[in-house]
């Protein structure tokens, strides 16, 4: 490696990111939506069931909306249309960003690093969302009705990173919720989990932290794995 390709070498080779509860904070606007639905239903949505839904997709949502009313008959893609609707309008309001979650995506960009949106969220809602996020913020968006598997599976990681023509193992996947450090572990990426309504445990290859506050292009630089070794 000469002089100069050790000054652009980067660590990570992209940063994967997922959108609510990460860089925005969507997941009480799902939260309201979500609660609507329910008590069109004639019930309520319990606590540990909310729980459940975070960082899943839609049909695994309903699926635990449905069992959560026992209402199993219902009509998954009726009530995933009218929530989509609700938060499509929701959305439309304007997102707010999570504490350092705008500064980091600059500052990623700002360097040059490959940057991927990696979310459940389908690709409808997404459209309103990079209203607020920037639709020149990312290289790749993967969206949860553009794959064939959504999270916890590897396949949302594993598709971005091959979109960026990156290994995915040298990626560093930023999330929030346990479906998505699974999906993101599985497919091969560190990970820097940030909960923000799930407290997640500690794992080989995740990194915890309260807030992206303050992360850096440095901090982000001391995550890489004992593999990689190129300087920031």
Known sequence: MTDGDAA????PAAVLFDMD??????EKVWDVALRELAAEAGGALSAPARRAMVGTSM???MRILHEDLAQPWRDAAADAAWLEA???ELFGGGLVWLPGARELLAAVRAAGVPAALVTSTGRRLVDVALDTLGRDSFDVVVCGDEV???KPDPTPYR?????L???VGECLAIEDSPAGVASARAAGATVLAVPSEIALPGAPGVHLRDTLAGVDLAYLAGLRPPSISHPW
């Open 86 to 88: 609700r938060v499509h």
């Open 148 to 150: 064939t598997a959504a």
């Open 165 to 167: 023509g990156v290994p």
């Open 8 to 11: 652009t070498a980067r660590w």
């Open 21 to 26: 509860g990460t860089l925005v904070d969507s």
């Open 59 to 61: 049909t695994a949502s």
């Open 159 to 163: 598709t971005a990173a091959r979109l």
